[in-house]
């Protein structure tokens, strides 16, 4: 038998895979979390966390370090109908004493990635890994390159944590062929939105062209993100900039939000967001967070579901 070089593998450093390193790691398992990424980085993410993330979150003991880094308390979430109706959902109501949180997947992950390492993890960032090692029918590791090293690692577990493009599901051929919703987010960060307080706010825009959700975050901040159908940003005659603002103005109560704002920095999307995979479990494997299964933003849940 090949010498092993970790207990678990783990490939993806967002929220699903640097809580399942640093669990795992805190156990005395040795752990080896490799992300092409170097952190901190931004990340197309409605950058929303629900109570019941939030919630988690605390339990982790994270709580103080989330205040720290200036997370935004969210006592409820505002939903703007095409016709100009609203629905407040009044997060208080539903779980006395919970309430949703918006802090930037920069801040948030790389304050779960160090965790994952005080744990004893060893993170190696800007490690590529470029497929899964497969022997007798079991998964066996991977393999990747490291400061332009390339490599296999082996481990009897393997965790696929790399979102909904994740190399793990594809060189496994798990990912299921979804026919909706073919949609695309398209999110940027904003200073200046007025009128937000402690509510976030979705904006369902006419004539079934999306919808838009804004969530305060740190040092007043707040993530504007616009879902629509996929086919509409592949066609678009103009620029993306030009696509996204447009598709903003064409929701007046959003407009009105963002009227003196200003942009700041560059937008991220990702898309189509329809995605499942047909195992999450198998010999020598697991899949978590977007890689088992990337949910539409609307419901708010991503995050939760990866730390769960």
């Known amino acids: 038998m090949p010498e092993l070089d970790a ?29 092409k990424a170097r952190f901190p980085r931004h990340k197309a993410c409605s950058e929303y966390v629900n ?3 939030a919630r988690l979150l605390s339990e ?13 308390r969210m006592e409820a979430m505002l939903i703007h109908a095409p016709g100009g109706c609203r629905f407040l959902a009044d997060f208080a109501i539903a779980d006395p004493g919970n309430a949703a949180i918006g ?14 390492r005080e744990a004893g993890a060893e993170v190696h960032e800007g490690a590529h890994v470029r497929d899964v090692l497969v022997a007798d029918g079991a998964v066996q590791g991977v393999e990747c390159t490291i400061d332009g090293v390339r490599m296999s690692l082996r481990a009897p ?43 976030g706010e979705m904006h369902i825009a006419p004539h079934r062209r ?13 993530n504007v993100a616009f879902v629509t159908a996929s086919a509409a940003v592949a066609d678009r005659p103009g620029s993306l ?16 939000r963002l009227a003196g704002a200003e942009r700041v920095g560059g937008i991220r999307g990702i898309g189509p967001m329809a995605h499942r995979a047909r195992r999450v479990i198998g010999d020598g494997f697991v899949l978590v967070g977007d890689a088992a299964s990337f949910l539409d933003p609307f419901t708010g849940e991503g995050v939760y579901e990866a730390l769960r």
Do not use: N
């Open 157 to 199: 577990l393997t965790i696929g944590a790399d979102g909904r493009y994740g190399v793990v599901t594809r060189a496994l051929r798990l990912d299921v062929p979804l026919r909706w919703p073919r949609r695309t987010g398209l999110v940027a960060h904003y200073r200046g939105v007025t009128g937000l307080g402690s509510w």
């Open 103 to 116: 802090l930037s997947r920069y801040r948030l992950d790389s304050l779960l990635l160090d965790r994952a």
């Open 60 to 72: 982790l003991g994270l709580a103080g370090d989330l205040q720290t880094l200036g997370a935004h």
């Open 241 to 256: 900039e030009a696509y996204f603002a447009e598709g903003l103005s064409g929701i007046p109560a959003l407009a009105s």
């Open 7 to 35: 207990d678990v593998i783990v490939v993806g450093g967002g929220p699903a895979g640097s809580v399942s390193a640093w669990l795992l790691a805190e156990r005395g398992h040795r752990v080896l979390l490799l992300d």
């Open 51 to 53: 109570p019941a993330g």
């Open 210 to 222: 999306g919808y838009a959700g804004l969530a305060p975050l740190e040092e007043g901040l707040t």
